[in-house]
T-cell receptor, first 112, second 113 residues
Framework: TQLLEQSPQFLSIQEGENLTVYCNSS?????LQWYRQEPGEGPVLLVTVVTGGEVKKLKRLTFQFGDARKDSSLHITAAQPGDTGLYLC????????????FGKGTLLTVNP | DVKVTQSSRYLVKRTGEKVFLECVQDMDHENMFWYRQDPGLGLRLIYFSYDVKMKEKGDIPEGYSVSREKKERFSLILESASTNQTSMYLC????????????FGPGTRLTVT
């Protein structure tokens, strides 16, 4: 059973466009993390959200945790080629915060 | 900066061979993890360790074992490699329980022929 569903699976856009990727679940998570993975490398953490309704901004990236802590979104404004990569969400369940469940990822390509 | 290193970036082994994948972290982290990453399946947890000599099975432990004799080192062992174990293997570490980020190594792309 896939606990975290990410959509879309693939996204190809032009430089300067805005985009949103989603991470949805029927389960409640105590925290949710977003990672970006570039080809040939391991994932790197972008942000952790903990509180329902929380919004965090990282330059042109905006992350939101759903009120019920079952879903999250990542919005990128004015995408650049350097944003290209695989975006992964990962949720921690209560009682085992060090063990994460990963979504399958959204592969983003930003064309110049 | 935390550094997680993996012994090989690319590895080619034959069916039936015993394979050792090594992972070392340099930040005194309590927890270490082994994942495999396959197209369409995402990252799946194989094993993790929350202390020296302590280990727990993840979601797909069959065909794998692990060893953690020292805090900084976590080894993944394929007792008898099979072609369906061809994959990207990622090691990660995190400081302790809580909302700590996991720091990943660059991965080992293992091909079993």
């Amino acid at each position: 059973t896939q606990l975290l569903e990410q959509s879309p699976q693939f996204l190809s856009i032009q430089e300067g466009e805005n985009l949103t990727v989603y991470c949805n679940s029927s389960s409640v998570f105590s925290s949710l993390q977003w990672y970006r993975q570039e080809p040939g490398e391991g994932p790197v953490l972008l942000v952790t959200v903990v509180t329902g309704g929380e919004v965090k901004k990282l330059k042109r990236l905006t992350f939101q945790f759903g009120d019920a802590r079952k879903d999250s979104s990542l919005h990128i404004t004015a995408a650049q080629p350097g944003d290209t990569g695989l975006y992964l969400c990962a949720g921690a369940r209560g009682g085992s915060n060090y063990k994460l469940t990963f979504g399958k990822g959204t592969l983003l390509t930003v064309n110049p | 900066d935390v550094k997680v290193t993996q012994s090989s970036r690319y590895l080619v082994k034959r069916t039936g061979e015993k394979v050792f994948l090594e992972c070392v972290q340099d930040m005194d982290h309590e927890n270490m993890f082994w994942y495999r990453q396959d197209p369409g399946l995402g990252l799946r947890l194989i094993y993790f360790s929350y202390d020296v000599k302590m280990k727990e099975k993840g979601d797909i432990p069959e065909g794998y074992s692990v060893s953690r004799e020292k805090k900084e080192r976590f080894s993944l062992i394929l007792e008898s490699a099979s072609t369906n174990q061809t994959s990207m293997y990622l090691c990660a570490s995190s400081l302790s329980q809580g909302f700590d980020e996991q720091y990943f190594g660059p991965g080992t792309r293992l091909t079993v022929t």
